[in-house]
């Protein structure tokens, strides 16, 4: 199990690295009046307009992987855990601090006493 979810996170690092490096690569829609004055760009590697399809294309494509293998990360990570609830779960202790006064001594600081107010 965990040689399959290592191999899933390498693929997400590649999609992702992949999908930054393409993303960059891909011009503006500004670009598209500086090629039509000759810029050059029909004389790239994909054609006048085939750079723009093909790195649009290839971008969706990992784009979706990138999605699947952080979906499928999840699933894996979360399956077979029971549900824990963090601090939640655990009841809540109250605890009572110690008394400072001497055995057989009262608290007369405490106008309260026995849930009657004195007059």
């Known amino acids: 199990m965990e040689i399959l979810k290592t191999l899933i996170w390498i693929v997400n690092l590649i999609s992702a690295f992949a999908v930054i490096v393409l993303v960059l690569m891909q011009h503006g829609k500004g670009a598209d009046m500086g090629a039509a004055f000759g810029s050059g760009a029909s004389g790239s590697l994909f054609g006048a307009t085939g750079s723009a399809n093909f790195l649009s294309r290839t971008t969706a494509v990992l784009s979706t992987i990138f999605f699947a293998t952080c979906l499928a990360l999840v699933l894996l990570s979360s399956g077979s855990k029971q549900q824990d609830l963090g601090v939640m779960a655990k009841p809540i202790e109250q605890t009572v601090a110690p008394s400072t006064a001497?055995?057989?001594?009262?608290?007369?600081?405490?106008?309260?006493?026995?849930?009657?107010?004195?007059?």
């Open 102 to 119: 001497p055995a057989g001594a009262t608290n007369n600081q405490n106008p309260v006493q026995n849930g009657k107010i004195p007059d």
